[in-house]
């Protein structure tokens, strides 16, 4: 069997990509509710100073991306999308990476995000990332599904790892 390998390259999303992001939204997140990602909304979070729309390109197309808003204290992770074709190679990881690298160079340690109750391969995925759940939120999808918010202090994570420098208050 013929494996095809995919060079991926993170950047900030441009403009002009914002309505094939929010088409990647609808189809692969947003799945049987009202689209809440339109291509107005991911562009205003790629011109707004303190969020991060990035992408993960190939050659020929836009793989996946992940938008991330930080704040003084804490960031949160609004969207991460991976095309269908591009899961299971470690894309969303190196997406997560980027984004908690960049956090961490920010000063914001802890980060917070919310998913479907019902995904349990996207909460099976941040676990594996050192998330960890901090309850549900009952009909936050449009009233329809709940949400389960997650966190993760970056700052335990680093104080763990073998001569990580340790952070002083």
């Not at 920010?106 to 909460?123: P, W």
Request: net charge positive; hydrophobic share 45%; no cysteine.
């Amino acid at each position: 069997m013929l494996r095809v390998v995919h060079e991926y390259h993170l950047e900030p999303a441009h403009a002009p990509d914002a309505a094939l992001l929010a088409m990647m939204a609808r189809e692969w997140v947003e799945t049987g509710l009202r689209p809440a990602w339109g291509a107005s909304r991911i562009s205003w979070h790629m011109r707004h100073p303190e969020s991060v729309v990035l992408s993960a390109r190939t050659a020929s197309t836009i793989a996946g991306f992940a938008i991330m808003r930080y704040a003084d204290d804490a960031a949160h992770l609004n969207l991460l999308v991976v095309a269908p074709a591009h899961r299971r190679r470690g894309l969303a990881r190196r997406l997560m990476q980027w984004l908690e690298e960049t956090a961490l160079t920010a000063g914001t340690f802890i980060i917070g995000l919310e998913l479907r109750a019902g995904n349990e391969a996207a909460r099976a995925f941040y676990r594996a990332l050192g998330y960890h759940e901090h309850g549900s939120i009952p009909g936050y999808y449009q009233g329809r599904e709940s949400a389960i918010r997650m966190m993760r202090d970056l700052r335990a994570s680093r104080a763990a790892t073998p001569g990580a420098r340790q952070q002083t208050p």
